[in-house]
Every structure is written in C-alpha cells, then in structure tokens.
C-alpha cells in the first residue's frame, strides 16, 4: 500500500501538540488496513498506533507512552530497534519488503512477513523528533507464495516419476514447515479399497504409524477409516472425547496428537486412493487455512498417487509381457529343440532335461507300451535330486500317479503350500504336477515335475502342460519314425549277408552306411557266397532309386546271380541273366543296376579272380608295394538292353595285394564346396597308407576315415565297400 506525497508529508512534519497529534493520527489511519506506528524521542516513546498494529504485534493502547522496545522485547535481538535508531540518528528514511519477525512470548511465537517503510517525523522548525512507520502485513501472501512453489517442486517431482513415498513425505515436510503447529500423514488405499496403509509419515512417531497401518476402512474407524469410508472430510476437534477413535486413542495419547482432520484422496474416476490427515498436538478446530491447505494437498496426492500406481501398472503389464515373451520362447525353443529329436526316446529325454531346472528341480517321463508302463526318461538338477530321484519309496509313489493320470488324462497336481499343514503326497517334495502325454485323443505317457524347495505355482503348470501337449505331437512322430527306421533297417539287413564267409587264402571286410537317417532302403549291396567247385562269388551293386521297389529289385538281383552262379561258370553269362532278370521284370519302373561280379578260386600261392564290371565305379588293386591299379573294362548298365555286352578281366592277387570294390556313394561324396571325391582321390588314399596296415579291415577302415574327412559324417547317399586280400 502507497500514501500520497502530501498525505505523508502530513504525518511526518508537526507543528501540534502530541495529544493533537494523536487525534489527527486516529482519524486518519484508524480505519486503515495497513499497520500504523508513531514513535516518539529517540527511545521510541509509542505515541499513538492503530488498530492493525495491535491485531499484528498484540496489545492494546493502554499500552502508549512506553518505549517500543519494552512493549514487544522480541523486537530487539531482530535489529529493528537499530533500524528505526539509523533513521531518528540520519533523517534517512528506510524501507523493507518481506521482512520476517518472529512476534509473541516464548511458547506462542509465531511467524510474520511484512513491507515496512520507517520515515523520520519532523517538528515545526526541522528537527528530527520521532519515526513514522507504515508497514502492511505479507505473511498471508508470502506463505501463498512459499506454498505455490512447493506444490510447483512436487509437481516437477510427479512428472519426473520420482518415488511416490519421496513426493508425500516431501509433501508432509512442506506442510509443516509452513504451518509448524501441524503434523501430516498420508494413507492408501489397498487395492481392493478395504485397508488403508502407511503411506508417509515422518513427523509422527514409528509405533503411531505401525499402529495406523492396515486399518480397516468403516464408518467408526478413527478419522481417517471413517473419511474413507464416507468419502468425505471427516474433523475429528479432540481425539479423546470422540467415539469414532475408540481403541486408538491411547496410542494417539502417547503419540502426543490430540485432533486429527482427514481428507479422502480420491481419482479423477472417483476411485478412493487414500486419505490425507493433519494432526493438532492440542484439541482444535482447523481453520479456513486448513481446510483449503488440505484440499489442495490432497489433490495433489491424488494426481502423485494416481501417477504412480498408472506407472506401477505399466511395468507391471511391461513385466507381464516380458514373462509372456520368455514363457513362449522357452516353449518354442524347448519344442523346437524336442522336434530335431528324430528317435522317441531321444525325444522324451530332451524333454526332461529342458525341464530342469527352468519348471523343476526333477523330472520324470513315463510311457506306456504294449499295456505296460515304463520310466523311459529321467532328469535332474543336482546329485541330490538325483538320488532322491531314484529312492525307490518316490519312485513307487510317482508310478502310482502316473498309473491315475493315465487312466483319467486329465493333469493331477498337489501343492502343500497351498494347504497349510498339509504334508507332502510324495515323500521328499514339496509338490508335484503330472501332465499327461496325449495325441489323437490317446494319452500315451506322463510328465512329471517334482519341487523340493518352493512349491510349483500355477505358472510353471501352465507352461508345464503347453510344453507337453506340444511335446506328445514331437514324441509321437518320432515314434513312428523309429518304427520306419527300425524296419528300413531290418529290410536292409535282410538284403546284406549277415556275416561274411571265412575263405580259405583271403580276408574279407565290408561296411555299408545308409544315407541320412535310414529312414528308407537303400541300393548298395554286397554279397559272397560258395559255389560248386571250391570257387566263391562276390558282388557289390548298387540299384538305383531307394525304398520298396529298389529293395525288391537289389533282393531279385542277389537270388537271381545265387541260382544263376551255380548253373553256369562264366562270369559273363551270370551277368547276362541278371540282365534278363531286370528287362523281363513285371514291374512298372525301370531300375537300373550298376554291378561288379567276380569269382575267385585258390591256388597254392594266391588268388586267381575272374570279374566283369557292368557300369559300376571300377574296381582297384593296392598291391604290396603301394601303387594302385584301375580296371577299367566295362560293359553297360544292367536293366537297360535285353542284350548285355561285356568282357571279364582275370586278375591275380598275391599275398597282400588288396581287391577294393566301392559303390559311388563314396566316389561322389562331396565337400562343403561342392567336389566330388572321385576315383583319384580314393587311389591317392589307398596310396599313402602304410605297407603293413592290417588286412582288408584296415583298408575298410582307411576308406572310411578318408570319405568322412572330405565330406562330413552326413551323406545324401547310401555308401558300401567290399575289400578282399590275398593272405
């Protein structure tokens, strides 16, 4: 507030008496909200003070003609009694805005802001006779001010998503520290809105807060239970007297809080998010300065609260999400690691083992065949659970699970932790789950998990149970293509000899490795076999195509040359019949046969070999010293002409020379880059071996390690190799 130029030049220059003085004073300023002073002399004598003055320092005007300095000695130690000394002293005229004094007697003191202006008062011929002071009270303003830029600091906090419990308890402190006579607290609402919880606190005792936490919300549960319970503000003057605070008020009586103002937190969606409460060390009523605090304060609680469980409930869904995404990656990983399993057991055992520990500490599979159950997998994650895996009194409790979950398909699960006092069903565990194995609505076998530390939930079921059904589907494929295995190889061992024939002068050794997994017959094949004579026969072929009609085809060309060979002594002519054999077939394919055939007799001092290659890979010769020799005579594949035109090519073997027959699976293995392995690089290999590798095994095994270095284990076709040395 201003005064006019004239106005205040009134006031400070006087020529009147000071009772004069003192009316004109009165009908000038008495009426006036600003605070008005005149002191007189240089102790500052109080001539004369307005009404507002009073209201702002305390007194009366009984209280004039004293020094100022005795009416209110708190003045002093501030310095304004050094200030108003400056002014009477110089004649210059002081002014102040914001200024803080602390007026009233110890114990009552309170806080005060105020703008002053100290003008030095002159009499009739000049002189300095007294001070002037006008000053207007800001404390109202000023603590406005103080309470904008908290609420501004807390909501910077909110939208930095600082932690909900640092904004109220920065919110509490910012209270009292603008208003040093109350204490705040903060509830909140638990989520099914039927206790409330400590929120914040600080100013109040730890034991008053573990009292308060958990209380129930009702219509007579303290101030703040019944606040949110009506949803409305609840002003409770004098905790001791009021029946809402029955069976609190002794803890409030120790926690020294004698009035207790609660206002419901509630959300923009009206839903309760806690309550906000002030708390009066003494019996009182709040002021209009308390409720407008409180409401304010309470929204903003609202709008950190509301921040705070929205941003709790993103990372709760982000966190539900994340767990979805690694529950379905463990799920597509594990089933897909399962699916590479061709061979069922394999399979079943991938599935244990990709259960522990991520559902499991153990984990068992069982299957049922021919109407028998049996364990056909096991694992574990420790030596411990191994052992108690095997304990015959578990193993006999989980049969018998297994047996019901069979019978009825449907998972059965036990979780003592869930029935407190329950003991556990198996002995060692803590829970189980057994999940059937089921495809095409038939329940084949059991998985079961076993928990020796904290219980199975519902999570790792649920993945338990996906992670069965998609493993039955894997497991049972792979059934049936163990079976197809099973029976291409019984097929192929039927179309092979089962051992070779031991013949007097040579050493025999073969090998035949189907291509991939043997999943159909294949083409290559071998035979010896005696004929009249003291003679002996072999043969390796290969038939081209794969599956049914070749085995046919590789069993009619194996019986055809066993009944041919003993009719007729020419090479020739039991190749011819083959041929016959194949072009005057039933069969609505054409098969084409590659085949070299050769008989052997034994003379004294070696091996004499008559053979006859019909377009197959050509046979070589290792002789003693090493070098390797091709026979290259050859006629046309069988099955093609009804006519075969071929010539035979004697050979003789001395002791240590080495007949090698291969079908071209190994002369066209190929490398990672594409070659082939080819002829040269099997004589190259047959080249550096040493002079004394043992016998036709040796052989066979030194072609075998030299096809696999080129060419990997994998091959896309069938591999056979027959190899006979003179001894």
Partial sequence: ???????????????????????????????????????????????????????????????????????????????????????????????????????????KEREGFFDFTYEPRRDAVGEIDGVIVIAVETTVYHHAQLLAAEQHILLEQIARDAPLGSILTGMARAIEELSPELIVSVLLADPDARHLRHGTGPSLPAFYNEAIDGI??????????????????????????????????????????????????????????????????????????????????????????????????SRAAQEREKEAREDLAFVLDASTAITREPHYADCLQCL???????????????????????????????????????????????????????????????????????????????????????????????????????????????????????????????????????????????????QLPAIPGADLAAYYHPAG??????????????????RWAFMIGDVCGRGASAATTTGMVRHTARAAARLLHDPADVVAAINDALTGNALDEDHFVSLVYGELRHPPSHLALELIRAGHVPPLVRRTDGTVEHLVQSGLLLGISPEFDGASCRLDLSPGDSLVLVTDGITEARSATGEFFDEHRLADALRALPAATSGAAGLIEAVHAAVTAFAGQSTPDDQAALVLTAT
């Fill in 216 to 313: 129930a919300i009702g219509p007579n549960v303290g101030s703040c239970g019944t606040a949110a319970y009506l949803r409305v503000p609840v002003t409770v003057t004098d905790i001791t007297t009021d029946h809402r605070w029955e069976g609190y008020q002794e803890v409030a009586a120790r926690a020294g809080v004698a009035a207790c103002w609660s206002t419901p937190i509630l959300g923009t969606d009206d839903r309760l998010l806690g309550t906000f409460a002030m708390y009066h060390r003494a019996p009182k009523a709040p002021e209009e300065k308390d409720v407008s605090l409180s409401a304010a304060f309470a929204r903003i609680a609202a709008l950190a609260i509301e921040r705070h469980q929205a941003k709790e409930a």
């Fill in 1 to 107: 507030m201003s005064l006019q130029p004239d106005r205040l030049g009134a006031v400070t220059t006087h020529s009147r008496s000071p009772s004069r003085r003192t009316e004109e004073y009165e009908d000038l300023f008495d009426q006036a909200p600003v605070i008005f002073v005149a002191l007189g002399g240089p102790s500052h004598l109080l001539e004369a003070a307005n009404p507002a003055f009073f209201e702002a320092f305390g007194g009366d005007r009984t209280h004039t003609g004293a020094p100022l300095g005795e009416l209110i000695p708190e003045l002093a130690p501030q310095g304004v009694l050094d200030r108003l000394d400056a002014v009477y002293r110089t004649g210059t005229a002081f002014r102040a805005r914001g200024a803080r004094l602390v007026l009233g007697a110890p114990g």
């Fill in 352 to 498: 244990a083992r990709l259960t522990v520990p991520t559902l499991a500490p153990l984990c068992s599979v069982h299957v049922l065949e021919d109407g028998r159950t049996r364990r056909i997998a096991v694992a574990a994650a420790t030596r411990a659970d191994e052992d108690l895996l095997a304990s015959p009194a578990l193993g006999e409790q989980v049969d018998r699970a297994v047996a019901r979950v069979l019978a009825s398909g449907a998972t059965e699960a036990h979780h003592p932790a869930a029935s407190p006092g329950d003991r556990p069903v198996l002995p060692g565990v803590t829970g189980y789950v057994s999940v059937p194995l089921a495809t095409l609505g038939r329940t084949f076998g059991v998985l079961t998990l076993l928990a020796t530390g904290r219980p199975l939930d519902g999570h790792a079921i649920a993945l338990a149970e996906e992670l069965a059904r998609r493993a039955a589907s894997s497991a049972d494929n792979a059934h049936q293509f163990s079976d197809r295995v099973q029976l291409a190889r019984d097929l192929q061992a039927g179309l092979l000899p089962p």
């Fill in 517 to 534: 997994e043997g999943l159909e017959v294949g083409g290559d094949f071998y035979d010896v076999f005696p004929l009249p004579d003291d």
